[in-house]
């Protein structure tokens, strides 16, 4: 069973940064991508960064140069650092762990999201 859970988000002033937390249990983790994805209202959610289980990263283009994705696989989590935050960047920050059987088909987990704020 895979649980993923955020701890991080919060209120910043545009201009400052905040680290979001995933902590991850379950036996395929290690295994998995990773990544971190965010719901403003009204819009669909959207991928923000992903790191494999080798390290390798992807950042959507809003989040390059101001993101930086990182995973500690010995605690089973996962990072996201963020600065140079804007009110754009407000939304829902989902947690995700996708498992790839056989590279067919894969099995998506979500964390319950956490909330970040960003004042203008």
């Known amino acids: 069973q895979v649980q993923l ?3 991080g988000g919060g209120l910043v002033q545009a201009g400052g940064s ?3 937390s995933c902590a991850a249990s379950g036996s395929i983790i290690s295994r998995s991508t990773m990544g971190w994805y965010r719901q403003a209202p009204g819009k669909q959610r959207e991928s923000v960064a992903t790191i494999t ?9 809003s989040a390059k140069g101001r993101f930086t994705i990182s995973r500690d696989n010995a605690k089973n989590t996962v990072y996201l650092r963020m600065n140079s935050l804007n009110p754009e960047d407000t939304a829902v920050y989902y947690c995700n762990a996708r498992f790839w059987r056989f590279g067919t088909t894969y099995s998506d987990y979500w964390g319950q999201g956490t909330q970040v704020t960003v004042s203008s």
Do not use: F, Q
Request: without cysteine.
């Open 18 to 20: 905040l680290r979001l």
């Open 5 to 7: 859970v955020e701890s």
């Open 53 to 61: 289980s080798g390290g390798t990263t992807n950042y959507a283009n």
